[in-house]
Nanobody, 117 residues
Framework: VQLVESGGGSVQAGGALRLSCQVS???????LAWFRQAPGKEREGVAS???????TYVDSVKGRFTISQGNPKNNLYLQMNDLKPEDTAMYYC??????????????WGQGTQVTVS
């Protein structure tokens, strides 16, 4: 199973980016998520979506970021609006094969850099 992120880049504060993650597997029971890690900081869960479409967000991105899936479902997206300098980080997508999001992610992408100035 491979997860490949794309869509990162540099943007000014207040701008927007859309991250994509392609999961190279046919998924049935799953939880997909976006994480981020800034230099010198711990990895942080940003958003998740389970097989039922239930979503969660870390408080700092609520109202600004939206996690979604495409068709087919193994395309994952993170729409990021009103970006702030504190959103600067390497963003990773992750997957676990489960009927709900337990936090035990088995698969990770290589990451895509987001820089907000």
């Amino acid at each position: 199973v491979q997860l490949v992120e794309s869509g990162g880049g540099s943007v000014q504060a207040g701008g927007a980016l859309r991250l994509s993650c392609q999961v190279s597997a046919h998924i049935h029971s799953y939880c997909l998520a976006w994480f981020r890690q800034a230099p010198g900081k711990e990895r942080e869960g940003v958003a998740s979506i389970d097989m039922y479409g239930n979503t969660t967000y870390v408080d700092s991105v609520k109202g600004r970021f939206t996690i979604s899936q495409g068709n087919p479902k193994n395309n994952l997206y993170l729409q990021m609006n009103d970006l702030k300098p504190e959103d600067t980080a390497m963003y990773y997508c992750a997957a676990e094969w489960n009927t709900h999001c337990s936090g035990r992610y088995n698969y990770w992408g290589q990451g895509t850099q987001v820089t907000v100035s």
